[in-house]
Each structure stands twice: as C-alpha cells, then as structure tokens.
C-alpha cells in the first residue's frame, strides 16, 4: 500500500490562480515528519518544508502554505497567487520515526502555471 | 560546500554492460539513498544505507548493487545493465531517517540503456 498517496497527476492553472496541491499519508507511528519537494524543470530536487507529528500548525513562507491535518492524515500545499516559476514536480514525503529506515516519497504532482 | 554529489551526469549504456554510478556527500550524513525515477513513478527507492558498512535493499533493488565502505562514499552499481533501467539516479544522503531532517539530493543521473 502506498504510504504517501498524491492523487493529482497534473494540475495546470493561469498565473496569479491559487492552487492547493494535495497530499495524503498513511503511517502506525505517532512521531512521524512530513516534507515537500520541488523538482523545476531543470530537474533538481528542492527541499520546501518540514513537518514533525506533534505540530500541527499550519505553515506560511511567502506565497507558500502549508495544511497539516492529523484528523485526515494530509498535508496539502497551497501556492497562492501562482507564477510560472512554480511550475515543477511537487512531492510529498515521509519519514516514520520508530518503525523506518525509508523515506516514503509518493508520486508527484506535475504543476504547471501557464502565463 | 558541495552538498551530495553525484557522477556522471549523463551516460549511455550498451545492453549488459556494467558501471558504477558515484556518490559522494561531505555532510558527514549517516544515511544514505539511491532512487531511480521514472515518468509517473515518482522516485523509487533502489537501497539505502543507515551508517558505513550497513546496506539495505528498498523497493527496486534488482539488478543493482550498492557498497558503503566510508561514511562519504555510496556508489550504487549496475551489473548487467538492461533497458529497463534507463532512467534518472538520484543519490540522497540525510542526518538520519526517523528523524525531521530532509534527505539533501544530488542533481541526478541520466542513464540510457541501449
């Protein structure tokens, strides 16, 4: 089973749209850490932010937020006010603290802000 | 401060052929990673190492090997390379796992297997 689950393949928006890209997990520990990912176009992977069980604050740098619900096991990224430089692979991922040696990365959300 | 880095950036490979994909990282991180991605795949996790001399197989081990004889070093080896391996490599390397420190990554490996 998929640990980290990131349902939107593709998302295409108009710049200065805002955009939540989805992320949903599935762990037993009750420490665990949350983490996106960026990959732009020339193919680096970016790290964004990091998330431990115990905070579920949500998180705002810049045009960037993050939700984290522990209710519904998701940690979703929001971009508000999208520029064509956000136009990447987003991933989400997770590292499980008593029970991993892996880090559980799921399957990318392929944005693309169209000018 | 180089950070993870990773050699060749790009190779090609004829079927069957061998070679070894280098990784290097300064951070003195105890764990180490190899993924591969591919289109829709996301990143794959190929084997890991938690500490010099410790190795593991992830997700997608077959066909590959991996030693960690330093705590710097992590090079991951095909053996008989296929073209279903063509892919991108990318090397990790991390304070730990279990932990809230991010895996830092190289810039990756295109590999193409002909």
């Known amino acids: 089973a998929q640990k980290v689950t990131q349902a939107q393949t593709e998302i295409s928006v108009v710049e200065k749209e805002d955009v939540t890209l989805d992320c949903v997990y599935e762990t037993r520990d009750t420490t665990y850490y949350l983490f996106w990912y960026k990959q732009p176009p020339s193919g680096e992977l970016v790290f964004l932010i990091r998330?431990?069980?115990?905070?579920?604050q949500n998180e705002i740098s810049g045009r960037y937020s993050w939700n984290f619900q522990k209710s519904t096991s998701s940690f979703n990224f929001t971009i508000t006010a999208s520029q064509v430089v956000d136009s990447a692979v987003y991933f989400c991922?997770?590292?499980?603290?008593?029970?991993?040696?892996?880090?559980?990365f799921g399957t990318g959300t392929s944005l693309t802000v169209i000018p | 401060n180089a950070g993870v880095t990773q050699t060749p950036k790009f190779q090609v490979l004829k079927t069957g052929q061998s070679m070894t994909l280098q990784c290097a990282q300064d951070?003195?991180?105890?764990?180490m990673s190899w993924y591969r991605q591919d289109p829709g795949m996301g990143l794959r996790l190929i084997h890991y190492s938690v500490g010099a001399g410790i190795t593991d197989q992830g997700e997608v081990p077959n066909g590959y090997n991996v030693s960690r004889s330093t705590t710097e070093d992590f090079p991951l080896r095909l053996l008989s390379a296929a073209p279903s391996q063509t892919s991108v490599y990318f090397c990790a390397s991390s304070y730990a796992t279990g932990s809230n420190q991010p895996q830092h990554f190289g810039d990756g490996t295109r590999l193409s297997i002909l």
């Open positions: 991922a997770l590292s499980e603290a008593l029970t991993g040696n892996q880090f559980y």
């Open positions: 951070m003195n991180h105890e764990y």
């Open positions: 998330r431990n069980s115990f905070d579920e």
